[in-house]
């Protein structure tokens, strides 16, 4: 814990470039990495961060979701189930590799971790868990409360 925001800049599901550095200071982040769009692990995670957006912005957060999939990908997926955060393609595995993301499954899935940032950048909590995708929202939750 305490570790700072690893610097990225990526696009979301709207073509808009997202840095990280300009996101420090704004408010608490929630960033969570997940396998690939319209799965149903992947699905239920995204619907339950959608279905708790409202807390989360109560908490004074702002939640990320980073996958390896294409913006156009993020961009079908977010409108499919209405998602109100922004959804990053990290193409290339490169923001998934600096924050550490384990594989799981026998290193033949891309990891699904959560990471819990306070305003200053620091890093307050993670979570990791393959299987338990709505556990991630539970856990974020009760960190940001702390």
Known sequence: MGDLLPEFK???????WVNSNQLVGESALV???????????CTAEACAFRDQYEDFTAAGA???????????????FAEKYRLSFDL?????NE???????????????PGRVT?????????IHQFNSQ????KHIEEALVALRK
């Open 62 to 76: 702002k939640v990320i979701g980073i996958s390896a999939d294409a913006v156009e990908s993020h961009k079908q």
């Open 131 to 134: 299987f338990n995708a709505k």
């Open 31 to 41: 960033i969570y990495f997940y396998p690939k769009d319209d799965t149903p692990g």
């Open 95 to 109: 923001v998934r590799r600096s924050f550490g993301v384990p594989k799981s499954m026998l290193g033949l899935l």
């Open 115 to 123: 990471y819990v940032f306070d305003k200053k950048g620091r890093l």
């Open 88 to 92: 990053l393609s990290d193409t290339n």
């Open 10 to 16: 990526l696009q979301n599901q709207k073509e808009q």
